[in-house]
């Protein structure tokens, strides 16, 4: 699943989530999870076809209100029931970068370096 996100990520301007199952979930917060990072700056949208989402966009509202997520990490998800709404807002959207992890470097070329941790247990 992460070579096909990274596919989809190097190949695409915005991304947009149609109603589905546990992958399209699992896409839905990977991809605004690696926003939130600063891994990339695309718009994300979720097409709320027939209110398919509803109840996770009031989680995520819910999560936000009780301090579990940033109000940043909540804004990275555009909602729209139409595909004419959805194309106006990703072409409006502007990216606002979580100001802590602007200071991380997520370059692939420093992910694939090796790192040592030191897991013994000093008593």
Do not use: C
Not at 32 to 61: C, E, R
Request: glycine share 4%.
């Amino acid at each position: 699943m992460q070579d096909r996100i990274w596919k989809m990520l190097d190949n695409s301007d915005a991304f947009i989530a149609l109603p589905g199952g546990i992958g399209t979930l699992e896409e839905n917060f990977q991809i605004p999870y690696w926003a939130q990072l600063n891994i990339h700056h695309k718009p994300i949208g979720m097409l709320n076809v027939d209110g398919f989402f509803n109840k996770l966009l009031s989680f995520l509202d819910q999560a936000g209100e009780e301090n579990f997520i940033p109000h940043s990490a909540r804004q990275i998800f555009i909602s729209t029931s139409t595909t004419e709404e959805m194309i106006d807002k990703l072409e409006h959207f502007v990216y606002k970068p979580n100001p802590v992890a602007t200071q991380i470097d997520w370059s692939k070329e420093k992910s694939s370096k090796k790192h040592k941790m030191d897991l013994s247990l000093h008593l």
